[in-house]
């Protein structure tokens, strides 16, 4: 089936399929992508059915979504046999690519820092016999760039909650940041218009360092639990060219040393009267000081992805 859906679990369990757009919601009532809202969470899920005694389930990506592009999965595992905020447990997810007919697996590798053509033409293979695995090595050494300089590079949309720092700037998570959607301030949590901020007149945002202040008729953020409602697109639309010489460089590093060779974890190694010492890092010493530049530090607001 072209808009199938499937990933493996524990056997004879309740399993459901979100989906997700831009940080929006499928509503399978409405058969539309809504803002999240906690009343609506259980007509947000998929049902996912399991084949046989296989423990894997499958479910149908519903056609009423015409708009095309790359979707987020977020499997989850009820423990009630209904949808519950709060109590279903997150199996997995995964990014799928709707043409508006069937689903398939984004081919740019969502989320990598370089692509697989750029890779293979960095390690000079022609040919697509090591494709799954240049891909994996692409994917594994994005992620270990990301977690090192502490950021995702990739430009993505995100809907966080912050508590209110009872001052007049917010610091978020993610920065670069491209733009801001919406800001909102509500102790009781409902987000509503009448709660927004005006962010073209109120909200001064400096787009390099990731901060919000507040300017013009607002002076202050109050107190309050997840009170702060932020929509912002973060990231580089273009990841900077020498973020992607570093990303070849972690990926000849893994390709040659860990693939090829086999040689994980080896300091050193004596052949007859000649001894080579090896940079056992994950990321090696010349791409390390590209990175450096780009290592941000953590937020230091208590934020939440609801």
Known sequence: ?????????????????????LGQY???????????????????????????A?????????????????????????????????TDVRQGTAKID???????????LSGALVTRSQA???LKINSSSEDDIIDQIVVQSSEVIKKYCNQKFVSATY????????????????YPIISVTSLHEDVDRVYGSEDAFDVSADVLVDKTSGILKLWNGESTFGFGKASIKAVYV??????????????LIVI??????????????IASETIGNRTTTFDITAIPKQARLILDRYKKIASVENGYDL
């Not at 089936?1 to 757009?21: D, H, Y």
């Not at 040393?257 to 994980?264: C, G, P, S, T």
């Open 1 to 21: 089936m072209s808009n199938e859906l499937i990933i493996p679990g524990p056997r004879s369990v309740s399993m459901w399929a979100f989906i997700t757009l």
């Open 26 to 52: 499928y509503n399978r009532v409405t058969e539309s992508l809504e803002d999240y809202s906690a009343a609506n969470y259980a007509k947000y899920n998929i049902t996912m059915t399991e084949q046989g």
């Open 54 to 86: 296989s423990g894997d389930y499958v479910g149908t990506f519903p056609t009423a979504l015409t708009g095309v592009g790359i979707y987020q999965i977020i499997y989850k595992r009820s423990l009630t046999g209904t949808p519950v905020e709060g």
């Open 98 to 108: 709707w043409n508006g007919v069937s689903v398939t697996v984004p081919n740019n």
């Open 120 to 122: 293979k033409t960095w």
């Open 159 to 174: 809907t966080e909650y912050y508590d209110g720092p009872g001052r007049g700037q917010l610091f978020l998570r993610n």
């Open 234 to 247: 973060a990231g580089y639309a273009t990841i900077p060219y020498d973020v992607q010489n570093a990303a």
């Open 252 to 265: 000849a590093y893994s390709y040659k040393r860990h693939y090829q060779d086999q040689k994980i974890g």
